[in-house]
């Protein structure tokens, strides 16, 4: 009987299961793996690190905390974000030529979300990739500056006992930076004061306001007030109290979340929007009081970005001043924990098919509008298992490394570049708004930066590597080491699916030659790299 309790107790302090549990419960239950290479994440570069990783010879395990794997580029995002497509290389370029096959094309840049998921699963089955779905981390156990082993729990089984995944190396591929965290890695979350990095985009943005009507922003003349332009009748949905603060001052807020919407006007695959059961219309008043403001407005691109994707499809987008982003909801996203994650999650899918039905529905959209939406619906052959609705939120932007380099806007408008680059960027510094305030007893959106027109530039190796103080065995291609505003121009997928297949070379590189992460020859790397047919040479 001593020795049981005795082994209760080391299972207590490795799972945090209370000590209410069941006394039948054993430390040796716990489900052991031991592999070369853990991923954590499965979105697009978690798949291609993967693939990657058992490329290079190394056993692989592949973790999901959801349920899906590929991340946004299966979750809906089929109008790829390229900039310019000399930029993506290696399996990530490989991956759009095999979308291209689906479709009987040499290379397809949109697609439906099951033939993008039909294509990561290719990669899963051709590798004989181990994958955990559905499993979280809740634990990492460090000696010194090494990672020797994570613990995760079920995510639909509380009562399941852990699993210990022991690796040589490990990769963070979420999009919140949830390994990189727990590892006791630096990052920040929010914008930077301008001063911080010397830039000029970062921070508090709300350039010639007066001047802006449509774009991303509202026209003068919009009352935040429920009655309007008394500010003792309170504030419509979705208004903050916050104050225009000083251009450029750094603070918490994160760039707005949305879905990217998969609908069909097929009407043999297609499933009607209906009313949710928690539907609540004073959410969308603002909207209303555009319509107003902008009645000559009255095309849907006006609102969203409608882009058609084959077969009757979208991939629908945030556009205009109101639209498919919650603008100031997700601010605690990438710090809390999965049941607050998951309830905030619940809140966009509601405001997301509340907008749907408002749209469709509402006596005060305008005709045009609601004849448009009203011939689309879920599609009946994608998401079959979730709805026929996407479950992955597009999480813009989480908690970003504080690595041993940081990229920012100086690295994107080609003033500062790097000589260790691992892949290339490309895309527009893009910040969707952060926050929705009241200016001089307007409502305006805050926070909105789209600022192109410069070639392809690198991105440090020592962007994806933690300080080595800190640690030496985790990679970080997708939460890497950025300012806010050059982390918006990186953020792009097949960045991801690049930075994913150069972070899994590298850590076999690493296990190869038994030294840090810190210390693998770049130089050895990036011919290796370019040694991929798919790959561009041009890293240097």
């Known amino acids: 009987m001593k020795s049981k309790i005795i082994t209760y107790c080391i299972f207590i302090i490795f799972s945090n299961i209370s000590l209410a549990e069941p006394l039948s419960v054993h430390f040796e239950s716990i489900k052991k793996y031991s592999v070369d290479v853990c991923i954590y994440g499965g979105t697009s570069a978690g798949v291609i690190a993967a693939y990657s990783a058992q490329k290079c010879g190394k056993s692989v395990l592949l973790i999901e905390p959801g349920k899906m794997l590929g991340g946004m580029t299966t979750g809906g995002l089929g109008q790829t974000d390229i900039g310019n497509k000399q930029a993506i290389t290696g399996l990530a370029r490989q991956f759009y030529r095999r979308i291209g096959k689906e479709y009987g094309v040499d290379e397809q840049w949109t697609f439906e979300p099951h033939v993008a998921q039909k294509v990561m699963q290719d990669y899963i089955n051709e590798g004989k990739i181990s994958v955990l779905l559905q499993k979280q981390l809740f634990r990492v156990t460090k000696e010194g500056t090494v990672i020797k082993y994570i613990l995760l729990k079920d995510a639909e089984n509380a009562k399941a006992a852990p699993i ?6 490990f990769i963070d591929c979420t999009y919140e930076g949830d390994l990189m965290a727990k590892s006791g890695v630096s990052y920040t979350v929010g914008r930077e004061d301008n001063k911080q990095y010397d830039e000029t985009l970062n ?14 922003q509202i026209p003068d003349g919009v009352s935040p007030y429920k009655t309007p332009g008394n500010p003792s009748s309170g504030l419509i949905w979705g208004i903050s109290t916050d104050t225009v603060q000083p251009t450029g001052s750094g603070d918490k807020k994160i760039q707005a979340y949305n879905f990217r919407i998969c609908l069909t006007d097929s009407i043999e695959n297609s499933i009607a929007i209906t009313r949710p059961k928690d539907y609540d219309s004073t959410k969308y008043e603002l909207l209303v009081r555009l319509f107003a403001a902008q009645s000559n407005m009255r095309n849907i691109e006006d609102y969203f970005i409608w882009s058609r994707m084959p077969n009757h499809k979208t991939d629908i987008n945030n556009g205009g001043g109101f639209s498919t982003d919650i603008i100031g909801v ?5 710090e809390t924990g999965f049941e607050e994650r998951q309830k905030l999650f619940e809140a966009h899918v509601s405001y997301t098919k509340g907008l749907l039905y408002f749209m469709k529905t509402d006596s005060r959209v305008p005709e045009p509008l609601r004849q448009f939406v009203g011939n689309w619906g879920y599609p009946k052959d994608e998401y079959q298992d979730y709805g026929h609705f996407t479950p992955q939120l597009y999480i813009r932007e989480g908690r970003r490394m504080i690595g041993e380099y940081v990229m920012t806007e100086h690295n994107c408008l080609g003033a500062e570049k790097v ?3 691992i892949g290339l960027a490309a895309y527009t510094m893009d910040s969707h708004n952060c926050q929705r305030i009241i200016v001089n007893g307007m409502v305006k959106n805050e926070g909105n930066v789209e600022v192109g027109s410069f070639p392809p530039y690198p991105i440090s190796y020592r962007s994806i590597t933690p300080k080595e103080n800190e640690c030496t065995n985790l990679v970080v291609p997708v939460c890497l080491s950025a300012s806010h505003i050059a982390y918006g121009s990186i953020r792009m997928e097949p960045v991801f699916m690049v930075l994913g297949q150069s972070a899994a070379m590298a850590a076999s590189m690493a296990i190869d030659e038994n030294v840090p992460l810190q210390h693998v020859n770049v130089k050895k790397l990036q011919e290796k790299l370019s040694s991929d047919p798919y790959l561009d040479k041009n890293l240097r």
């Open 164 to 169: 210990k995944v022991s690796a040589k190396e």
């Open 203 to 216: 921070g508090f943005q709300l350039p010639e306001y007066h001047k802006q009507s449509g774009g991303h």
């Open 330 to 334: 997700n601010y605690d996203w990438p």
């Open 419 to 421: 000589m260790d680059g």
